[in-house]
């Protein structure tokens, strides 16, 4: 069965960094693009990052963009997340997502089940 | 970016009735539109891509329609384990791929 499961959710002061992992299962996962998503505390989902499947092309939400990074090890079937400078707006639960493969249809066909990362002092 | 509107923020729905939510865009999408369905501490699941389109598994009482800027996602017939949350996501306009806020159904 096709599985992400993320780790390293945590909770961080202000100014801090943490990375997140998403482990991959059930699936060949060097042939797929993925995606980190977030939802803050009663929030909706919002989109966070894209990496393709080398980990050579990342594209990033504006209020994100120079503070995370996205990458990929095709050799250990796992997606990241480094964050830095974190600030309490980063509050939320974060997921990894599976991008489709039909060409041209850019819908995310599998998530994990997320991992909380609170920003406080 | 594209705006994505949901509406009823909330659908009061008793089991065996049809529930149909709607989600508006700011600018067309053509059909590159899907919905997902949330539990309460559980992954997003995908129910509905490029706008009508079932994903693998889905149960056929979830039919989704439309395209441009208006769509709909129908349950026709209620079970107990559809009472969720339901969002709908543009893929058209990238980045960045914008969801709806969500439309809670829940039990009448």
């Known amino acids: 069965e096709a599985q992400l499961v993320e780790s390293g959710g945590n909770l961080v002061q202000p100014g801090g960094s943490l990375r997140l992992s998403c482990a991959a299962s059930?699936?060949?996962?060097?042939?797929?693009?993925f995606h980190w998503v977030r939802q803050a505390p009663g929030q909706g989902l919002v989109w966070v990052s894209r990496i393709n499947i080398d980990g050579s092309i990342a594209i990033y939400a504006e209020s994100v963009q120079g503070r995370f990074t996205i990458s990929r090890d095709n050799t250990r079937n796992t997606l990241y997340l480094q964050m830095n400078s974190l600030s309490v707006e980063d509050t939320a639960v974060y997921y990894c997502a599976r991008e489709g493969l039909e060409t041209g249809e850019w819908y995310f066909d599998l998530w994990g089940r997320g991992t909380l990362i609170t920003v406080s002092s | 970016e594209i705006v994505m509107t949901q509406s009823p923020a909330t659908l009061s729905v008793s089991p065996g009735e049809r529930a149909t939510l709607s989600c508006r865009t700011s600018?067309?999408?053509?059909?590159?539109l899907a919905w997902y369905q949330q539990k309460r501490g559980q992954a997003p699941r995908l129910l509905i891509y490029?706008?009508?389109t079932r994903a693998t598994g889905i149960p056929a009482r979830f039919s989704g329609s439309g395209s441009g800027t208006d769509f709909t996602l129908t349950i026709s017939s209620l079970q107990s384990e559809d009472f969720a949350v339901y969002y709908c996501?543009?893929?058209?306009?990238?980045?960045?791929?914008?969801f709806g806020q969500g439309t809670k159904v829940e039990v009448k």
């Open positions: 059930g699936f060949t996962f060097s042939n797929f693009w």
């Open positions: 490029a706008a009508s």
């Open positions: 996501q543009q893929y058209n306009n990238w980045p960045p791929w914008t």
């Open positions: 600018q067309s999408v053509s059909s590159k």
